[in-house]
């Protein structure tokens, strides 16, 4: 499914824009501009758009089903979204609150359609990166604390309720806005502020629990 996206990229356009789209220089035009141009009928920029939006999709896929392949899967069906619904795309919208509305849709989608095979959405323990850990030569003893710390977040965070895993993982991983956070989910900022404060609280909670007790 990779290869048919890179595919998009390159091939010429399919159709003509009705009208002129911003400038969409690969290098310099923001999300916004690209996928105006894409809204426009320039399908090439969304190629551009999926080499830069990729990886942190797959991040939030990963982090909240700790199911690599699904995720690549998942991200695709993002971006073949995109290309569907291309036109419902606002002048005034803001593309990072769109991209992940569209995502947690696919979530959605995917979650429904495991429960309907009795199968049900979980964390998985050590295999899902929390954060990448600077390398800063640490002795082999203090690696093993940190790659113990970093599977303990896994589960700690695997364990709470699924709303609290996904404002985190939207404000800590995709490093959205607490604005951009409270438009996705149709809320204002200062509860957007709250819920994530208790759901940082709560991770915290059940990490140093865990830490005590690492015991299953």
Known sequence: MIAAATELRVAPSQSRPDTN??????VEASDHDLMLAVRAGDLRRLGDLFERHHGPLYGFFVRLTADRNASEDL???VFHRILKYRHTYRDEGKFSAWIYHL???VLADH???RRGRNARLQGGEGDVEWESLPDQGPSPAARAVQAD??????RALAALPEEQRELLVLARFQHLSHEEIARLLDTTVGAVKVRVHRAFAALRERFLRLHRDPSP
């Open 21 to 26: 789209p911003p400038a969409t220089d690969s």
């Open 75 to 77: 991200v695709q069906m």
């Open 103 to 105: 995502a947690r849709k």
């Open 111 to 113: 979650c429904a359609a």
């Open 149 to 154: 710390d970093v599977a303990l977040l896994d």
